[in-house]
């Protein structure tokens, strides 16, 4: 909600796991996949979202967004937030 009250765009779940999707099928076909939970967490990671507001954005707790990031670090083989969105984007 935050950055749409700062004049961004919202962005549905639905578009956010398409969004990723298709970067991924771009950019790393070889990707793990990740289920389209992470997908969205990911994508909202991408955004510079706080793992807060990423809760509040997917109406989850936040030891559920942090459990989803211990996933995905784990699937992309990364230590950070910034490495998961560099390395799953393919920056």
């Known amino acids: 909600m935050g950055e749409v009250h700062h004049g961004g765009a919202p962005m549905s779940g639905y578009i956010a796991r398409q969004v990723v999707q ?9 990707a793990p996949e990740l289920t389209p939970r992470e997908a969205e967490v990911l994508a909202l990671v991408g955004k510079g979202y706080i793992n807060k507001e990423i809760a509040d954005q ?12 211990k996933s995905i670090y784990e699937k992309l083989h990364v230590r950070s937030r910034t490495e998961a969105a560099m390395k799953f984007f393919g920056s």
């Open 22 to 30: 298709s970067f991924a099928s771009r950019s790393n076909p070889q």
């Open 58 to 69: 997917l109406g989850l707790g936040l030891e559920t967004v942090r459990s989803y990031l």
